[in-house]
């Protein structure tokens, strides 16, 4: 724990000593604060379902923003073989940065509390569909940045580990908007592969273990290929 939690310092004080945190944070906070504001004069509505809708799309390309340089630009400089010198593991590694990550968007979901208050005064808020939308939304960043996370893995490319993770996370948010494509007996399959599907049930303040379960699928899976990726170097 005490590797882990120094690798997770390290990266979390990176985002803020780099651009991306002033490029992404305000971005999120207009783009989420415009659809909530437009509920809320346009449609004389106080509810945040406007901008827990929109979310998941935004993440698609904000997600692979905020992992793309957590170890290809590691692997650039050359620090990453330095950082695999200490007394860490690869594993250490991968989720001290992940967690790093899953901080710094944490602190951006923080800063739409405004949003919650507002509705909280003006409407008739609901406090399930509020929890399960903001525990939705930081699954499903999770799964995104476990994934981005192994597309950093693979290259030492910035741009080409934004693609990458772009790619699979569009993959996985469209995957049940064709299910009008899919044969019939494949449908159920398709539709629980989706990422958005997940979140929409969440979203609805119902928790269920399949949800959780698919969640944590994805996690795992990102992480341990990420692991599986750094331990290839060594054979490489």
């Known amino acids: 724990m005490t590797n882990i939690s120094a690798i997770f310092w390290r990266e979390f004080k990176a985002y803020f000593n780099s651009p991306i945190a002033y490029i992404v944070i305000p971005l999120f906070l207009i783009i989420t604060g415009w659809f909530f504001s437009s509920s809320l004069f346009l449609m004389n509505q106080a509810s945040l379902r406007q901008m827990f809708s929109v979310i998941p799309a935004i993440f698609i390309f904000f997600i692979p923003a905020v992992t793309m340089r957590l170890i290809a630009e590691e692997k650039k400089n050359g620090t990453f ?24 968007v944490a602190v951006f979901l923080l800063l739409t509390f405004p949003q919650v208050i507002t509705v909280m005064v003006l409407g008739d808020a609901e406090l399930g569909p509020i929890i399960g939308g903001y525990l939705g939304i930081l699954m499903m960043a999770a799964a995104y940045l476990a994934i981005g996370l192994f597309a950093s893995s693979l290259t030492d ?3 080409i580990a934004f693609i990458l993770a772009f790619v699979i996370a569009f993959t996985f948010f469209m995957v049940d908007k064709f299910l009008f494509m899919v044969p019939g007996p494949l449908v159920s399959m398709f539709e629980y592969l989706s990422m958005d599907y997940h979140f929409a049930n969440v979203a609805k303040g119902i928790i269920d273990t399949r949800d959780m379960i698919y969640y944590f ?4 899976m990102g992480l341990f290929l990420t692991g599986q990726s750094l331990a290839g170097r060594k054979w490489g």
Not at 81 to 104: N, Q, R, Y
Request: hydrophobic fraction near 55%.
């Open 81 to 104: 073989e330095i950082l695999a010198t200490l007394p860490t593991t690869d594993m250490e590694i991968v989720v001290g940065k992940f967690l790093s990550a899953l901080s710094f």
């Open 157 to 159: 490319n910035q741009i």
């Open 217 to 220: 699928s994805i996690i795992f």
